[in-house]
């Protein structure tokens, strides 16, 4: 009973530190990039909707890791320049093909959005990730990238 108390506890901590952090950074001058670019409330609400849909149930460096990818692209010269244009690229990410991109997010995914906004990249500088376990056998550009980090069920790759 004690340890149940101690978790539902942190959780009650987390949830009231993720909505200052969320309340007090949305505000359309929030984080600048290196290529300072602003990001505005419904850039990070997107982005915690792709976290969500990408990686729900992963830990949470995992989630602010498929956050740090998109921005990653939003800095490279590969890629469009805007969060929303990284995600609605045409078949780039299985959320937006499936719709799953529209559901609701939660505190956890919020706050990887933060993070990941705030320059938090545990993949050091990613441009790719992608779950072996959902991924079909004949998908080739896999094994031409280099594995940067692995985060439970996803491979993160430059």
Not at 6 to 21: D, Q, Y
Not at 58 to 63: A, R, W
Not at 120 to 134: A, I, Q, R, V
Request: proline fraction near 4%.
């Amino acid at each position: 009973m004690k340890k149940l108390f101690i978790f539902f506890l942190i959780l009650v901590l987390i949830s009231m530190m993720v909505t200052i952090i969320f309340k007090n950074n949305t505000t359309g001058s929030g984080y600048t990039t290196s290529a300072k670019q602003e990001f505005a409330e419904k850039d990070l609400e997107l982005l915690s909707r792709l976290i969500y849909a990408e990686s729900r149930g992963e830990p949470l460096k995992g989630q602010i890791s498929v956050g740090a990818v998109v921005l990653n692209r939003v800095e490279s010269n590969r890629y469009p320049n805007t969060i929303k244009e990284v995600i609605y690229q045409p078949n780039q990410f299985c959320p937006v093909n499936d719709g799953s991109i529209e559901n609701p997010t939660n505190e956890i995914s919020d706050f990887a959005a933060i993070k990941a906004m705030r320059g938090t990249d545990p993949t050091n500088g990613s441009l790719y990730f992608y779950n072996p376990e959902k991924v079909s056998d004949n998908v080739n550009w896999i094994s031409e990238k280099t594995e940067s980090i692995r985060i439970q069920n996803h491979i993160f790759a430059k």
